[in-house]
Every structure is written in structure tokens, then in C-alpha cells.
């Protein structure tokens, strides 16, 4: 298995899939979202970077909030579907692994990064562009899989980080980064962040009309996602 996820953009496939699943489904509508949202706190009047947007889910939500939104994907079809979705928003195609060089520093409020960093080679680079880009007092949000939860499924030592790949229930096959908490922390320690708060969340009580056998588990196990709250550090 290559160490290193590379730049395909494995989401382009399954990207109108993707966009059924999330709009109401209980891993993103119930459970993802609702903690993010809550993280990045009051955002109307606020510029928010939506990075590695997606179809535009969260996008939409910040937008019915009274944020101005722009986002990126490396996905062009993700992309297509956040523009068409929320016309309010600015979207353009671009890889993590290259520099914002559109946005000048400190020129967004927020920067929301919701459940892509597994699937970046170069964490420290990225964060430490969206660090660069964040105007004094932001913060950037991001989710990830719960590393305990990555470790559960997968076995094999839980320090080590390494590339694995796998493939969803609903036939999407995914490449992206095992890594644990510690380094995940210390990724955003060298970007020049300082982690405010670490939230592991629980779905939404609506959540367990969807699938009572996920909710039972995302209310009782480290098996689904984290979030974090992290600001620049002005040390």
C-alpha cells in the first residue's frame, strides 16, 4: 500500500450518491453537521471558507445563517453540485496540496473543514494555509473519523499512521489516512493553531427514527466522528 492517498478525486464518482446520503442522512444531517455548525458558533456578517465543500450541505446551512461562503473541492462534479445548490456561495475546483494563492491572508473569519483531512497527504501544509488565510480572532472547525473508531475496525498498531483502503456499504471505494489523536493534535500545534475545544458528538435524538442500531452506537462508543475547534495561535 503507497504511503500517500495522492490526487485523485475520489469523491467525483459517487458525488450525486454522496448528495442523496448527506441531505438527510443521519451520519451528516443528524451528527456531523449539527457539531460543526455549533462549533463555528454565530457566523452571520461573517466570511466563511468552506474547504473541501462537497456538494454544498454545510455551504447551504452557513448561508441560511447569513454567512458569505466560499468553498473549494477537488472534486469538479462537487463543485458543480455546491454551485448549484447554493448560488449564494463562491466555489472553484482546487487541491489542498497546492497553495490558496486566490485568497489573500487574513481575508475569511472561519474556516470549516469538515471530514477531508483524512484524505490529505500534507496535513501541516494544508492546515498551515488555512491558518494563513484566517483574519485575528478566526477559528477554523474540523471533524475526522474518530481515531479509536479507525483502530476498532481496522486493528494493527494504533500509533502508526498509514494510507488504507476500503470500500462503503454502498459500493464506494475510499483511500485516506489512519492517523491518532495525538498527531492530529500536533499537525495543528505545527500549522500554528492552539485547539480550543475537542468535542466528540453524539447524533441528534431525531437520529434514532433513522437507524436506532447507529444511534444506540454513536451515543455509546468512540466509533464515528470528532471535532475540534482551533484558533491561530498569537503566541
Keep these: ?7 485523485d478525486p475520489q469523491y467525483d464518482v459517487f458525488a450525486d450518491e454522496f448528495l442523496e446520503h448527506g441531505r438527510d442522512g443521519l451520519y451528516n444531517a443528524h451528527y456531523d453537521r449539527p457539531a460543526c455548525l455549533d462549533l463555528l458558533g454565530g457566523v452571520a456578517g461573517k466570511t466563511v471558507l468552506d474547504a473541501a465543500c462537497g456538494p454544498g450541505l454545510y ?25 448549484r445548490r447554493v448560488p449564494a456561495g463562491s466555489f472553484r475546483v482546487h487541491d489542498l496540496a497546492a497553495p490558496l494563492d486566490w485568497l489573500p491572508a487574513e481575508s475569511v473569519d472561519l474556516v470549516l473543514f469538515a471530514l477531508a483531512l ?18 485575528p480572532g478566526g477559528a477554523l472547525v474540523l471533524s475526522r473519523l474518530h481515531p479509536t473508531g479507525d483502530w476498532l475496525r481496522h486493528g494493527g498498531n494504533y500509533f502508526e499512521a498509514r494510507v488504507i483502503e476500503e470500500v462503503w456499504s454502498r459500493g464506494w471505494h475510499v483511500r ?38 447507529a444511534y444506540r452506537r454513536l451515543t455509546s462508543e468512540p466509533t464515528g466522528f470528532l471535532a475540534i475547534r482551533a484558533i491561530p495561535d498569537p503566541r
Excluded: K
Excluded at 180 to 192: H, I, M, S, V, W
Excluded at 202 to 213: S, V
Design 1 to 7: 500500500m503507497p504511503d500517500r492517498v495522492g490526487p
Design 59 to 83: 455551504a447551504a446551512e452557513l448561508v441560511d445563517r447569513g454567512a458569505s461562503v466560499l468553498g473549494f473541492d477537488l472534486s469538479p462534479r462537487m463543485v458543480e453540485l455546491s454551485r
Design 118 to 135: 483524512e484524505y490529505v497527504d500534507d496535513r501541516v501544509r494544508a492546515l498551515a494555509e488555512l491558518r494563513r488565510v484566517l483574519r
Design 176 to 213: 485516506y489516512w489512519l492517523s491518532p489523536l495525538e498527531q492530529t493534535c500536533a499537525e495543528l500545534r505545527e500549522a500554528g493553531f492552539l485547539i480550543e475545544r475537542l468535542v466528540e458528538p453524539r447524533p441528534q435524538p431525531e437520529a434514532a427514527a433513522i437507524n436506532a442500531d
